[in-house]
């Protein structure tokens, strides 16, 4: 039994596979302007918000869509690809469930929209749901998981948030969290109260408090 008053989730990368989805939407979004969209390009984005990426799309294909109506052709793309399959990432659906058998509170906290999320927590156990279009300031600040901590009634002093992205890892930290990182598809730097594993896969509740 972990002795962490609350367990918050990263999404993008750390439950659930999305990442070659977003590079796919977004390079699907540029060959229909007729520009190119590299896998540099794509890794530039993972961890940021929406609102951030569609700004960088924008800029970096230098095409006359708002960044607010590239996000929405991403989120419609997500969440159409989310409805028909959801790629788990290794451990992580075994370790919510157990955690939610152990009576940890759960939460999530990410950057993607609620129409993102819903696909994915419709089979979850999370009390509380924090999403990229309810805050206004996102991940790399605070406020997303210190806004989780509340919804779910602990202080954030004493949760653990599991990260896979440098972004995520700062916010988490920043929130005054400890961080448990599995990388995917970036490098996460070291730091304070972080810890980085290669994988979740047969790491039971008992297992959190130990890594730290």
């Known amino acids: 039994m972990t002795e962490y008053a609350a367990?918050?989730?990263?999404?993008?990368?750390?439950?659930?596979?999305?990442?070659?989805?977003?590079?796919?939407?977004?390079?699907?979004?540029?060959?229909?302007?007729?520009?190119?969209?590299?896998?540099?390009?794509?890794?530039?984005?993972?961890?940021?918000?929406?609102?951030?990426?569609?700004?960088?799309?924008?800029?970096?294909?230098?095409?006359?869509?708002?960044?607010?109506?590239?996000?929405?052709y991403l989120v419609g793309e997500l969440a159409a690809s989310l409805t028909e399959h959801i790629d788990w990432r290794p451990g992580?659906?075994?370790?919510?469930?157990?955690?939610?058998?152990a009576g940890v509170p759960q939460a999530l906290v990410t950057m993607s929209y609620a129409t993102i999320a819903a696909p994915v927590t419709a089979s979850l156990p999370f009390k509380a749901v924090v999403t990229g279009d309810i805050v206004s300031r996102p991940k790399p600040f605070p406020d997303p998981y210190l806004l989780a901590a509340e919804l779910l009634g602990v202080d954030a002093v004493q949760c653990l948030a599991i990260e896979d992205s440098g972004t995520g890892?700062?916010?988490a930290n920043a929130a005054g969290c400890d961080v448990l990182v599995v990388p995917h598809f970036v490098n996460v730097p070291e730091a304070e109260r972080r810890v980085q594993i290669p994988?979740?896969?047969?790491?039971?509740?008992?297992?959190?408090?130990?890594l730290f």
């Open 92 to 101: 992580a659906r075994d370790l919510i469930e157990a955690l939610d058998d």
């Open 7 to 72: 367990v918050l989730w990263d999404l993008d990368g750390t439950i659930v596979d999305t990442e070659p989805l977003w590079m796919a939407a977004e390079h699907e979004l540029a060959a229909e302007h007729g520009k190119i969209w590299t896998e540099e390009d794509g890794l530039a984005l993972v961890g940021n918000s929406l609102i951030a990426s569609g700004h960088y799309i924008r800029e970096r294909l230098e095409i006359d869509m708002s960044a607010e109506d590239i996000v929405d």
């Open 199 to 210: 994988t979740l896969e047969g790491l039971g509740p008992a297992d959190l408090q130990t």
């Open 169 to 171: 890892a700062t916010s």
